[in-house]
């Protein structure tokens, strides 16, 4: 009698224990990917499709007309630059206007070996820090 009630008992514990140990060995996460695969995606490489959102046409009509404006005021306004600058000159003495072309060019000197010197200056600096 003794060995039935302990039969009956241990047969319940029995069939508990392995059902734990079966549904624990189940596992229901994907296995890990492999280290080379992460980064790739599983899409076919391809262009990548942009979208352009379009304007009125009134609008882009409008643009167009502002940018040939702002092109045609900057013309006239370097042409009138280079009108004055001639009137300027024309109406100099010949010893004014010799010596302005004179200072003109040691100012180019000056700047182009001042130019040079911080060019040189930044090239060690940037040899410095590689």
Do not use: C
Not at 14 to 28: D, E, K, N
Not at 46 to 58: D, F, W
Not at 101 to 113: A, C, M, V
């Amino acid at each position: 009698m003794k060995l039935l009630r302990l039969i009956k008992l241990w047969i319940p514990l029995i069939v508990l224990m392995f059902s734990f140990t079966v549904a624990g060995a189940q596992s229901f996460e994907r296995p890990p990917e492999h280290k080379l695969v992460k980064g790739v995606s599983k899409k076919p490489p391809g262009r990548k499709k942009q979208v352009r959102i379009h304007e009125p046409r009134s609008v882009s009509k409008a643009k167009r007309e502002q940018q040939t404006a702002e092109k045609k005021r900057e013309k006239d306004y370097s042409k009138q630059l280079k009108e004055d600058r001639k009137r300027h000159m024309e109406i100099q003495t010949p010893e004014v206007r010799e010596r302005i072309l004179q200072n003109r060019k040691e100012s180019d000197t000056k700047y182009k070996s001042k130019k040079k010197a911080v060019a040189s200056k930044n090239k060690k600096a940037g040899k410095k820090y590689k």
